[in-house]
């Protein structure tokens, strides 16, 4: 008799948060000017690991389970903009495979870190090298799977079972919720697996269904589909959506309009999501809304239309909901002063400094250094006046010998000889601060406005070269 497989484990069944994943709320967008259009979107952040990729990755495993490509002990190895590696590294877990993935470097700490703590090993690679370079992601990730024994190369970008997922489950909810009535959806694509799969569902369902492309400035697919020219692919900070290739999976056919949608407009509409309905999306999410808006108010007559909340927002605290990283990176425009208050990134006067008391120990003053993530604190006292900078070298001369020295108070180890510059001080007496090897203390009088750092002249040269 030949040997049958043995029975699925009741001794170790599967966690049961993978049941989790699909079956996503639908709920309709009231606080946005939706011309004569209704909009739902679809909570794709409520998957487990927070976004629609938790979908693919179940699907992709299991089909490779069931056709031999993975097998006990194997490893998942995939190129991810790191969405897809959560989930990977979510079911690869739960199921007992090895997860490796070769993520970007523009991605979001949140998101590494968030597959680090899942298990999954991590190469980081360049964000800014495309097809064919040699630490370009895809690249990497195809040759490590081609050294690595009883490795699965997921390749969502190629892979069947990525656009069946939402041929088979993301559709036929949306289908269900919208009660059979939606006359247009939204997408981005990243694999194109979400917009090739329901492109295919609803082909069948309702063929008038209108497939709308949203799609970051800089990616290559919406001149594609204007003008049908394969052009450079640009770069943008919006993350897992856009692409500087076609995917062998895409079926762009049923895209009836698309719309570039610049970072600037993506983070924008994301915070007013945020604000006016409350709802929590990441940074793609922004762009998919800001089209979905847009192709909304251009109708004429009234359209029930669908997109998504693609992932969290969670994941980007640190950046597109954080005012220093959109200020930083020219996002949010301040209003400019024409001199040095222009650079300062934390302004006192508005709290934004984080600063120690003299009185305070260093021990207190590291702690905050770290959790702020700068390496100096100017030292402020009670009436509000600078009294000195405290950087970590100051810090450790004190320390090193004796690390009892962290009880030892702020100002017997500040700094306190200041380097202080007034608004209108040039370029060329910041960098003679810098060049004394310090940080530079800007001064209104006797008001303390702010501190300019090295990184932050660097930020602002950037943006005047933007
Ligand atoms: C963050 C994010 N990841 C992935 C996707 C889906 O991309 P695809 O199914 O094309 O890979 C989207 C789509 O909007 C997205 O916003």
Sequence with gaps: MPALAPPPSTEHPLPAVLSLIGNTPLVEITRLDTGPCQLFVKLENQNPTGSIKD???????EAAERDGRLQPGGTVIEATAGNTGLGLALVAAAKGYRALLVI?????QEKISHVRALGAEVRLTRSDV????????????????????????VNQFSNPANPLAHETSTGPEIWDQTGHDVDAIVCGVGSSGTLSGLSRFFERTQPDLEM???????????????NGVLGQAGSWAVEGIGEDFIPDIADLSRV???????????????????RKEGILGGSSTGTLLAAALRYCREQTRPKRVVTFICDSGNKYLSKMYNDFWMAEQGFI???TQGDLRDLILHR???GEVISIGPDDTLGTAFKRMRGADVSQLPVVDSGGHVVGILDESDILVKVHADTDHFRALVHSAMTDRLET????????????????????????ADRFLGLITRSDLLSYLRLQFA
């Design 55 to 61: 979908r693919v990755a179940l699907a992709m495993i």
């Design 104 to 108: 970007p470097d523009k991605m979001s």
């Design 130 to 153: 495309g097809r064919g370079h040699p630490e370009y992601y895809q690249d990497i990730a195809a040759r490590l799977a081609t050294e690595i024994p009883g490795a699965f190369y």
């Design 212 to 226: 709308v492309l949203a799609d970051p400035d800089g990616s290559i697919l919406t001149p594609f589909l204007k």
């Design 256 to 274: 009836k309009a698309a719309y570039t949608i610049t970072d600037e407009e993506s983070f924008a509409v994301a915070r007013e999501l945020l």
């Design 333 to 335: 425009r301040r209003t």
């Design 348 to 350: 006192y006067e508005a």
């Design 421 to 444: 510059l007034s608004p209108s001080s040039g370029i060329d007496d910041l960098l003679g601060v810098f060049d004394r090897g310090r940080v530079a203390i800007v001064m209104d």
